[in-house]
């Protein structure tokens, strides 16, 4: 298991929150005028999409972000449908009003990636 905390994120306070319908990217934007995003970028043969959200992401709008992490698992808990890979990654964010888990499943055949990406726009 690894951790990676977004320092770029921390104490930056969000206005709006964009998940598209596909669950493929999930966009934040800054009061600052920053724009966070996470996706996959699709290669061939592989799907990563948002699995699960718990929580409410409106409590992540309005106050500064005082968590934001990814932790990932490669291949727990286990899946009942076989696949040759996949790729559990979650994201945790929270302010003084709530927080939020973003689970994220990547499935593959072993050769291409599972990951999700992020940029700053």
Same mark, same amino acid.
């Given at each position: 298991m690894?951790?990676?905390v977004f320092e770029d994120m921390l104490g930056t306070t969000i206005e709006s929150i964009d998940r598209r319908?596909? /669950?493929?990217?999930?966009?934040?934007r800054a009061t600052?005028? =920053?724009?966070?995003?996470f996706y996959h970028m699709q290669d061939c043969c592989e799907t990563v999409y948002i699995e699960d959200v718990t929580g409410d992401l409106e409590?992540?709008?309005g106050s500064p972000l005082l968590v934001s992490e990814?932790?990932?698992?490669?291949?727990a808990p286990k899946l009942? /449908?076989?696949f040759d890979s996949y790729t559990w990654t979650f994201y =945790?964010?929270?302010t003084n009003k709530?927080?939020?888990t973003v689970r994220w499943l990547g499935l593959s055949n072993g050769y291409y990636s599972e990951s999700v990406n992020f940029r700053i726009l």
């Amino acid at each position: 298991m690894s951790v990676k905390v977004f320092e770029d994120m921390l104490g930056t306070t969000i206005e709006s929150i964009d998940r598209r319908s596909d /669950d493929s990217e999930l966009t934040f934007r800054a009061t600052d005028g =920053r724009v966070f995003s996470f996706y996959h970028m699709q290669d061939c043969c592989e799907t990563v999409y948002i699995e699960d959200v718990t929580g409410d992401l409106e409590d992540l709008i309005g106050s500064p972000l005082l968590v934001s992490e990814e932790v990932s698992n490669m291949d727990a808990p286990k899946l009942e /449908d076989a696949f040759d890979s996949y790729t559990w990654t979650f994201y =945790r964010y929270a302010t003084n009003k709530g927080c939020v888990t973003v689970r994220w499943l990547g499935l593959s055949n072993g050769y291409y990636s599972e990951s999700v990406n992020f940029r700053i726009l």
